[in-house]
């Protein structure tokens, strides 16, 4: 029995399988949308952040 998951950007059914190079996305298409969306800051785990922007050594006071 092969285990099937639902693509998280578009919902279609994947095999999660070691010949799906795109898992658990269904292509390569779905992938890159989500991985836009995670750089557009549009996905986000939720906590404090791990770095406080005060201690960047770029950042101007």
């Known amino acids: 029995m092969v285990l099937k998951v639902n693509c998280p ?3 279609r ?3 999660w399988t070691d010949e799906n190079k795109w898992k658990p996305f269904c292509c390569e298409r779905c992938k890159l ?3 836009g969306e995670w750089a557009a800051g549009n996905h986000r785990i939720p906590g404090d952040p791990v770095i406080d922007p005060e201690d ?3 950042s101007f006071h």
Do not use: F, M, R
Request: hydrophobic share 25%.
């Open 56 to 58: 960047e050594p770029n």
């Open 33 to 35: 949308i989500d991985l």
């Open 13 to 15: 059914k994947v095999e």
């Open 9 to 11: 950007q578009c919902g």
